[in-house]
Nanobody
């Protein structure tokens, strides 16, 4: 299976921006729809954004218009651009992959994903 490593998290103030990266190895990400999830202290894992093999995207209502998911197959990397950050965005952010032959497939269900990274911490202060 593909191995995933997230990076780019940090401590920022409300209104600032961050770009998270998810670097893949072992397999090409062109074979996978990709997703970003997050988990805050005391809460369950929450869907953030997903992108299909054919660049169809979906977003959680809480981040739509502020976050953008993208992929660069040549670099084998998926990105999450996070703008206008809010304190409620504070969480550990995880990258995930699910193999499929369907070009337009995406899912918001974490149980459907096959591979996960270890996460990167994002903290937004007010």
């Amino acid at each position: 299976q593909v191995q995933l490593v997230e990076s780019g998290g940090g401590l920022v103030q409300a209104g600032d921006s961050l770009r998270l990266s998810c670097a893949a190895s072992g397999r090409t990400i062109s074979l996978y729809p990709m997703g970003w999830f997050r988990q805050a202290p005391g809460k369950e894992r929450e869907f953030v954004a997903a992108i299909s093999r054919a660049i169809l995207t979906s977003y959680a209502v809480s981040v739509k218009g502020r976050f953008t998911i993208s992929r660069d197959n040549a670099k084998n990397t998926v990105y999450l651009q996070m703008n206008t950050l809010r304190p409620e965005d504070t969480a550990v952010y995880y990258c995930a992959a699910k193999s499929t032959r369907i070009l337009y497939y995406t899912t918001q269900d974490p149980s459907e994903y096959d591979s996960w990274g270890q996460g990167t911490q994002v903290t937004v202060s007010s």
